[in-house]
């Protein structure tokens, strides 16, 4: 396992168990270059589904088959159905799953939808690529808000026992990453954020130090 250190969070819960934090596989938003933000339902593309594959063999060959895991999940169908691939490797039971809506993507308001290059046409800038981030739209959400509500599931969720894992979304895997990890907030955006990853990614996170566990073989890092 590649080891990626950080400094331990500065506040907040502490969990015996470990967290493995997914991003899910490439869906046909992705391919085709539109923004998904928070859409309920984008599918996986076939490359989605061999990354779902990747991840759940990868996982497989760390934990076992029928490990002791707590599933969660964004409920968004596309974080669901990469969890049911990787669910069936490591043989648990994807019913059994717990959602919660803290854990979907940044909401993008009315760009949510859009193609990328049809908002660079119109003169809007999209994309912040020294930090590989989306910049928020007027009327999507803030990064702040973002670490409100990931900070919010976590403290619900402290209880929760052993190991779990967690699909999520690019930018919103990054910012809880960020608040367990505790990384320092970016300049401009109030919040932190850990690296970017690949779609197909998993890192695990263990007493506020992360490590990569997979890193997958889809876009990176928005």
Same mark, same amino acid.
Request: hydrophobic share 40%.
């Given at each position: 396992?590649?080891?990626?250190?950080?400094?331990?969070?500065?506040? +907040?819960?502490?969990?015996?168990?470990?967290?493995?934090?997914?991003?899910? +596989?490439?869906?046909?938003?992705?391919?085709?270059?539109?923004?998904?933000?928070?859409?309920?339902?984008?599918?996986?593309?076939?490359?989605?589904?061999?990354?779902?594959?990747?991840?759940?063999?990868?996982?497989?060959? =760390? *934990?076992?088959?029928? !490990?002791?895991?707590? *599933? /969660?999940?964004?409920?968004?169908?596309?974080? *669901? =159905?990469? *969890?049911?691939?990787?669910? #069936?490797?490591?043989?648990?039971? /994807?019913?059994?799953?717990?959602?919660?809506?803290?854990?979907?993507?940044?909401?993008?308001?009315? /760009?949510?939808?859009?193609?990328?290059?049809? @908002?660079?046409?119109?003169?809007?800038?999209?994309?912040?690529?020294?930090?590989?981030? @989306?910049?928020?739209?007027?009327?999507? #959400?803030?990064?702040? #808000? $973002?670490?409100?509500?990931?900070?919010? /599931?976590?403290?619900?969720?402290?209880?929760?026992?052993?190991?779990?894992?967690? $699909?999520?979304?690019? $930018?919103?895997?990054?910012?809880?990453?960020?608040?367990?990890?505790?990384?320092?907030? @970016?300049?401009?955006?109030?919040?932190?954020?850990? !690296?970017?990853?690949? =779609?197909?990614?998993?890192?695990? $996170?263990?007493?506020?130090?992360?490590?990569?566990?997979?890193?997958?073989?889809?876009?990176?890092?928005?």
């Amino acid at each position: 396992m590649d080891s990626n250190a950080h400094k331990p969070p500065r506040s +907040g819960p502490k969990r015996t168990g470990r967290d493995f934090v997914a991003r899910h +596989g490439e869906t046909v938003f992705n391919a085709a270059g539109r923004l998904q933000g928070d859409h309920p339902h984008t599918p996986l593309t076939r490359a989605g589904f061999a990354q779902a594959d990747e991840m759940g063999r990868a996982l497989r060959a =760390q *934990l076992g088959a029928k !490990p002791a895991l707590t *599933l /969660w999940s964004s409920p968004t169908g596309r974080a *669901l =159905q990469t *969890l049911a691939i990787i669910a #069936e490797h490591l043989e648990l039971d /994807w019913h059994a799953a717990r959602t919660d809506a803290r854990l979907v993507e940044i909401g993008t308001g009315s /760009w949510g939808g859009a193609y990328y290059a049809d @908002l660079a046409d119109a003169g809007v800038t999209v994309v912040d690529r020294a930090h590989g981030l @989306l910049f928020p739209a007027e009327d999507g #959400e803030s990064y702040p #808000e $973002i670490v409100a509500r990931v900070s919010g /599931w976590l403290t619900d969720t402290e209880s929760d026992h052993g190991d779990r894992l967690v $699909i999520m979304h690019g $930018i919103s895997s990054r910012v809880l990453r960020g608040v367990m990890t505790g990384t320092a907030d @970016l300049p401009g955006y109030g919040a932190p954020a850990a !690296p970017g990853l690949p =779609q197909g990614s998993v890192v695990a $996170i263990e007493h506020g130090v992360e490590s990569l566990v997979h890193r997958g073989m889809g876009h990176a890092p928005a």
